[in-house]
């Protein structure tokens, strides 16, 4: 297989083993380069008001690394936002349009940018403005050279054009469904890494049961879904070469009829 990339960026250290790591499981089984960015590294993400920021966050980060390794994953980079602070705007952009140019990815996973993608849930503030961000990125800052010129002129970053999906993860779901059967083990070890959120809770039975029941709408035993934008549009048929046509002769058609 050439050297495809995928990157997939999210909000928390989290967010990636909740929602789509069967699924990255498999790529990297399939011989994807798969990478990793975190936005913020999760360090509000405790019930203790004493808590340290800084040194929770440094925990989480350890975390996540871990559920990455678990899925076949190395890179991972952290962009180092404080926890439910994301702001959407023009710094959120550059960073995000920096590690694009930076991984090249011809395969995108953005978060899901609805506010409320599900008549249960109700997405985090730093989930909607990450994902939406991501998705803005692909159309100016990732793209275009003269949006953040100083990413190519003084970092030798250059554009990259050559994406052609970008998957939407979240718990809406989508039409896509992945079969996670073959790598959900992992997903779920991946996903009890991150001791500091799951605890004691039984993680695994509640995703079991949720990712079955999404598998049943495709007929697979487990799967995560997506809606995916596809950027590869179909190619016109080449014309007919002159020199071809006049090599078959007049009584040689394409149709294998006679010509007058």
Aim: net charge negative; glycine share 8%.
């Amino acid at each position: 297989m050439e050297d495809r990339r995928a990157l997939v960026i999210s909000a928390h250290p989290d967010d990636i083993e909740f929602g789509c790591a069967g699924t990255t499981c498999k790529w990297v089984d399939e011989g994807w380069d798969v990478r990793y960015v975190i936005v913020t590294s999760g360090q509000k993400g405790v019930q203790d008001a004493r808590q340290d920021p800084e040194a929770f966050g440094r925990r989480r980060e350890a975390e996540a690394r871990r559920a990455a390794e678990i899925c076949g994953i190395t890179d991972v980079t952290f962009l180092g936002y404080m926890d439910s602070e994301v702001v959407y705007g023009p710094t959120l952009l550059k960073d995000l349009a920096r590690q694009f140019r930076r991984h090249r990815p011809h395969r995108l996973v953005a978060m899901d940018p609805q506010q409320i993608p599900t008549d249960l849930f109700v997405n985090h503030p730093d989930h909607r403005f990450v994902a939406t961000a991501t998705l803005d990125m692909t159309l100016t800052g990732g793209t275009t050279a003269a949006i953040f010129p100083e990413l190519a002129l003084e970092e030798g970053l250059e554009p990259w054009r050559e994406l052609e999906e970008t998957w939407i993860t979240g718990p809406a779901g989508g039409p896509v469904g992945v079969d996670i059967t073959d790598t959900i083990e992992r997903k779920l070890d991946a996903l009890q890494a991150h001791v500091s959120q799951v605890g004691e809770w039984d993680v695994r039975k509640f995703m079991k049961e949720r990712l079955a029941d999404r598998g049943r709408s495709f007929g697979y035993d487990y799967a995560e879904s997506f809606r995916v934008i596809s950027y590869l549009r179909p190619q016109p048929a080449p014309a007919p070469d002159a020199g071809t046509e006049a090599a078959r002769g007049r009584g040689s058609p394409a149709d294998g009829r006679p010509r007058d």
